[in-house]
């Protein structure tokens, strides 16, 4: 990539903004690797250049985690009155339990919780689709990290959303909240607009109910996850993500729509730009979506002032807009996906569709181990066939099946052929291939992202040697993961007390201390 100069001032601020939220080897070490790479360029106007502009990043993400640590820092506080407003699709009703992301007047985001007093408010509360504000009391707590080492962390996560407390509700009241400005307004309507279309997916059946909210509301049910297994077993995940591949199907359906309708390109593609932003909103504002939203206004704009930007510049500005509205967006798993992946598309202009599919599949496969612990064999092949079906089948039948449900005949058949392609996903979801690999050190998977960018530079001298080395690497640290060098004794959490596990080095013998009673594992070979 020749002239990459803004690829690599987004790199350093990304970078940048994971050393100052996350420091640790992995951060530290993409911090260095991409300054190292600025200094070999040997241009110092571009690196004086980029110290100055760095700087403004730097002051915004210190703050930022300075305000971050200050609201962490609020004690907790009980029978406290907090008043603040919810948007009506940041609503959530499970059982009796009602849960909501709420801003406090004080700006303040926090976590809230409800318990439904009767199945007659419950009701009232499924029909509400309209911005309110409320006035409540009751417990003002830390949202709690996890009890155990490599269990999912609910305070980290949240934290990546500028979330800090959670606030469970005792007794409130809540009336609809009036819109200071046109802009509010607009806002808030079309909040209300995306919390009744979520409604209306209720009437649908499964497992149309749960690819509608996906696909089209920028919402991913629980019980996608629940009914169709497969789909988090072959890392289909990024496919029910309201992403870059549905805003290009937006585009691409409104620009075909236009032109049969013999409205001028010029009008389209302004029109295109508005539809953009309120589709964000509508969607809910998820900041995964921001680089999908820049990215298509860009192209927009590059149809009217007929100039070409390059492949990287889009992903670079994108990726810089996107740590400006959301700083933590790299330290989630979906942030990470989406801009690795698109950085995927556009480095391998010029390989196959099999090469490229290949090169997506080797630098999401470290993420991913990150997060599920296992592999499956089957999931490359799966993700090449699955990414094309999903575009030219699955997307249109869940558009067709949503928008005509006034007619059972429509929604009967596209509902038939969607259940069918999820059984399809959870049959081969469980056939033999799924690998146990275990928690990977995360400088070990950085290192293996990188290495699988390098599996296909140009140099082919450099190509044999990187894939050894990266299979090497795989290889040993699976290895030292199933096999230990040392030994380990840890206690943890298992809701009833605490568990001690003992386990000698190479595993050799496994004992687990529970109330008294223990229980050891001897490897065949000592028995």
């Known amino acids: 990539m020749k002239n990459a100069k803004l690829l690599l001032f987004s790199l350093i601020v990304a970078a940048l903004s994971g050393v100052i939220y996350r420091p640790c080897l992995a951060s530290w070490s993409l911090f260095f690797g991409i300054l190292i790479i600025i200094l070999w ?32 820092a609020i004690v907790d506080q009980k029978n406290v009155q907090l008043t603040g407003m919810i948007l009506p699709d940041n609503v959530s009703i499970d059982g009796d339990g009602l849960s909501a992301i709420a801003t406090l007047d004080s700006g303040i985001i926090v976590k809230l919780y409800w318990t439904l007093p009767t199945q007659q408010i419950k009701c009232e509360w499924l029909k509400r689709d309209n911005v309110f504000k409320f006035n409540a009391t009751g417990d ?12 999912f962390d609910s305070q980290q996560f949240y934290a990546t959303k500028n979330i800090t407390h959670q606030f469970s509700v005792t007794s409130w009241q809540v009336e609809k909240i009036v819109s200071p400005d046109i802009f509010s307004c607009i806002r808030y309507q079309l909040h209300s607009w995306h919390s009744r279309a979520i409604h209306n997916t209720d009437l649908l059946p499964k497992p149309l109910r749960e690819y509608s909210q996906a696909l089209i ?17 072959l890392g289909l995940i990024h496919l029910f993500s309201v992403s870059g591949f549905h805003v290009s199907f937006l585009i691409m359906m409104i620009i075909g729509l236009a032109k049969r309708l013999w409205i001028p390109q010029e009008v389209t593609i302004v029109s295109l730009s508005g539809i953009l932003i309120i589709y964000f909103i509508f969607a809910g504002e998820p900041s995964v979506l921001i680089r999908a939203i820049v990215a298509g206004e860009l192209i927009l704009w590059q149809k009217i002032h007929h100039s070409k930007f390059k492949s990287y510049d889009i992903w670079a500005i994108s990726l810089l807009i996107s740590l400006i509205f959301s ?16 950085f995927c598309l556009a480095f391998a202009k010029k390989l196959s569709f099999w090469q490229t599919n290949l090169l997506m599949s080797i630098v999401s496969f470290p993420l991913i181990i990150q997060q599920q612990f296992t592999w499956h064999i089957l999931q490359t092949v799966v993700n090449i066939l699955a990414i094309p079906v999903f575009g030219t089948i699955i997307v249109p039948l869940v558009m067709l099946g949503y928008f005509g449900q006034s007619f059972s005949i429509i929604v009967d058949s596209a509902n038939a052929i969607i259940h069918f392609f999820a059984m399809l996903i959870d049959w081969l979801a469980i056939l033999p291939g799924n690998i146990v690999i275990g928690k990977m050190p995360e400088w070990i998977a950085t290192l293996l992202v990188v290495l699988g960018f390098c599996m296909f530079c140009r140099e082919k001298i450099i190509v044999s040697y990187v894939r050894i080395l990266w299979l090497l690497l795989l290889i040993l640290t699976i290895v030292s993961i199933r096999r230990p060098f040392t030994g380990e004794f840890t206690t943890f959490d298992i ?16 004992t687990i201390i529970d109330t008294a009673v223990s229980y050891t594992h001897l490897r065949a070979h000592e028995t």
Do not use: C, E, W
């Not at 571009?46 to 300075?66: A, E, H, K, Q, W």
């Not at 003002?140 to 269990?151: D, G, H, K, P, Y």
């Not at 809701?495 to 496994?510: E, Y």
């Open 41 to 72: 360029q040997r241009h110092v106007r571009f690196f004086l250049i980029g110290i100055i502009l760095i700087l403004p990043f730097m002051i915004y993400f210190f703050s930022d985690v300075t305000d971050l640590k200050k609201q962490a």
């Open 140 to 151: 003002l707590t830390r949202i709690r990290s996890a009890t155990n080492f490599n269990q």
């Open 217 to 233: 509301l920028g919402v991913t049910p629980q019980a996608l996850y629940d009914d169709n297994p497969g789909v988090q077993t």
């Open 327 to 342: 700083p933590q967006i790299l330290l989630t798993l979906g942030g990470q996906l989406s801009f690795l992946l698109t």
């Open 495 to 510: 809701g009833q007390g605490d568990a001690a596990l003992i386990r000698t080095p190479f595993n050799h013998t496994v």
